[in-house]
């Protein structure tokens, strides 16, 4: 059994003064594992953060299903109701927006266990050991969010999640407002703070850099549809699907020959989730578009082992895409790069 289980999630969205609605989520399904990563990625307005929100249960979904441990969430069970305050957390995407003003550092991170009804000297105790986990130096727990850079808000917004030894964190876009430094120490944080809590994440975020780096398994969304979902090495070696070949290529690695060469271009512009069309919600962009996808949704296809696609010519896409993952080539080059000369490793000099 899957820590999260998510089903046939259907979230929309109603438009005051109209009968129509926002098709947010349409139909996603997924699972996370105890201690696994799993990201969520997509443009803007693709139900990410959306997602996120269902699955803690501060928004109610439309339709589908939430599991959490076997046991299903909506109504009365949320990350506020007894029985999983504190083992559910979310990570916010501004940090600085997140963290109240008027508390110092330390009744922020305490906070959760307030209402765990833990005692002044348990969360003292807490508060500290989270501080020290997360890289805050003691004296910042006296201090004012305002007084603080935006990584150490972060590293703030993180400690006050995982104060309550939660199973399951949500991370909403962790990274995107911070500079490139703070960025890497953060990432470098939560893979650290993972391997020593066991903690699964739900990763949200636009930057597939960072996704590539940390996650185990990845999902693919346009206009509140999964498209792809795998492995992360599978996925990005090997996309099936003509959007998820297109976010890949999009993204610029600092050094010019690495980039994913496609045949795969997708024009013109993004449906409104207001009226989306008939069939598979890519059909209006996609240069492979037929009659058939433009009527009909594409099921979902598994392809390898746990990678799963929903696209009619997924083979046709596999056999124009060559198998390169770019991002991990980029990591080695980066490693051979920074890598100490061979006489300084072997101690020459000494």
């Known amino acids: 059994m899957a820590l999260l289980e998510v089903r046939d999630l259907v979230q929309h969205f109603p438009i005051a003064g109209t009968k129509k609605l926002v098709q947010a989520v349409n139909g996603v399904s997924f699972d996370v594992e105890a201690g696994e990563t799993v990201a969520l990625v997509g443009e803007s307005g693709s139900g990410k953060t ?25 109504g009365r069970r949320t ?55 997360v890289g805050l130096a003691e004296r910042f727990l006296a201090s004012y969010p305002a007084e603080l850079s935006m990584g150490l808000q972060q590293r703030v ?54 996704v590539r780096y940390v996650s185990r398994r990845v999902a693919v969304l346009y206009l509140g549809s999964l498209v792809e979902e795998g492995p992360a090495t599978e996925l990005f070696a090997r996309p099936r699907h003509p959007y998820s070949v297109g976010l890949l290529s999009a993204v610029l690695l600092p050094n010019p020959h690495l980039r994913r060469e496609t045949t795969i271009r997708l024009e013109g512009e993004i449906p409104s989730p207001i009226d989306l069309p ?71 000099g000494a």
Do not use: W
Request: glycine share 8%.
């Open 278 to 348: 008939p069939g598979c919600p890519l059909a209006g962009r996609c240069p492979l578009v037929d009659a058939r996808s433009r009527e009909n949704m594409p099921p979902v296809e598994e392809v390898a082992p746990g990678h799963r696609v929903r696209c009619f010519r997924h083979a046709e896409i596999a056999a124009m895409e060559p198998a390169t993952d770019y991002f991990e080539a980029f990591q080695r080059e980066t490693e051979r790069i920074l890598a100490p000369p061979e006489a300084e490793r072997a101690g020459v």
């Open 50 to 74: 959306t997602i996120g929100r269902c699955v803690l249960g501060l928004i109610r979904q439309t339709a589908g299903t939430i599991l959490f441990k076997g046991e299903p969430m909506g």
């Open 157 to 210: 917004g993180i400690a006050r999640a995982i104060v309550s030894t939660p199973e399951l964190i949500v991370l909403d876009e962790p990274t995107s407002a911070l500079d490139p430094t703070a960025r890497a120490e953060i990432i470098d944080l939560l893979i650290r703070l993972q391997k020593e809590l066991g903690t699964a994440y739900l990763f949200i975020s636009h930057d597939l850099s960072t």
């Open 79 to 133: 990350v506020r109701s007894a029985a999983l305050r504190g083992r559910m957390q979310l990570v916010f995407q501004e940090p600085a927006e997140s963290l109240d003003p008027r508390f110092v550092v330390g009744q922020t991170i305490g906070e959760p266990l307030v209402a765990l009804g833990a005692s002044r000297a348990d969360r003292e105790k807490a508060v500290r050991l989270a501080a020290r986990r």
